[in-house]
């Protein structure tokens, strides 16, 4: 079965660093990429960026650019999404999706994971 | 950028009934188009790719058409398990981004 497994919920304070998880299983992690995409509450799908695990290239939204990095450890089959200084307005839910290059069909979906930020 | 948005912003329908949701792109996405269910409290879930090619275990009630800036998403007897909000997405080349509409959502009349 074709997986991808999130790391957990994480509370965070303004201005300190995090990393969270996607694992993948099931399939050859470096023939599809992996993109991650916020959900703020009560709100729309947002795209951030993708990477390609088997060179780690990566793009990013403009509206996400400079704010978070993508990376990926295709030893591990891991895709992960960083900030080095969450703000507040960082509160979301975060998913990543596994996708076939450039066609958009992201399936499946990681189950989430919810970041909080507050003082 | 392309900007993507969809029609109407909640749609009431009754069980039984056909529900028709629209998504439109600002400029040509050609076919790279993507629509998605999200239910409260779960990730969303492929439907259909492609403009009009159901994901894999999708039931036939659902169904995509559409190419270059109009897409449709019909479902012809809204079943209780078919309340929820639905995406459409699209990728473009240049600047290479995937962009999601704001989303319709289907509840109950």
């Known amino acids: 079965e074709v997986q991808l497994v999130q790391s957990g919920a994480e509370v965070k304070k303004p201005g300190e660093s995090l990393r969270i998880s996607c694992k993948g299983s099931g399939y050859s992690f470096t023939s599809y990429w992996i993109s991650w995409v916020r959900q703020m509450p009560g709100k729309g799908l947002e795209w951030m960026g993708r990477i390609d695990p088997s060179d780690s290239y990566t793009n990013y939204s403009p509206s996400f650019q400079g704010h978070v990095t993508i990376s990926a450890d295709k030893s591990i089959s891991t895709a992960y999404l960083q900030w080095s200084s969450l703000k507040a307005s960082d509160t979301a839910m975060y998913y990543c999706?596994?996708?076939?290059?450039?066609?958009?069909?992201?399936?499946?979906w990681g189950q989430g994971t919810l970041v909080t930020v507050s003082s | 950028e392309i900007v993507m948005t969809q029609s109407p912003a909640t749609l009431s329908v009754s069980p039984g009934e056909r529900a028709t949701l629209s998504c439109r792109a600002s400029q040509s996405v050609s076919s790279n188009l993507a629509w998605y269910q999200q239910k409260p409290g779960q990730a969303p879930r492929l439907l259909i790719y492609?403009?009009?090619t159901r994901a894999t275990g999708i039931p036939a009630r659902f169904s995509g058409s559409g190419s270059g800036t109009e897409f449709t998403l019909t479902i012809s007897s809204l079943q209780s398990e078919d309340f929820a909000v639905y995406y459409c997405?699209?990728?473009?080349?240049?600047?290479?981004?995937?962009?999601f509409g704001p989303g319709t959502k289907v509840d109950i009349k």
């Open positions: 492609g403009a009009s």
């Open positions: 997405q699209q990728y473009n080349n240049w600047p290479p981004l995937f962009t």
């Open positions: 999706a596994r996708h076939d290059g450039r066609v958009p069909r992201f399936d499946p």
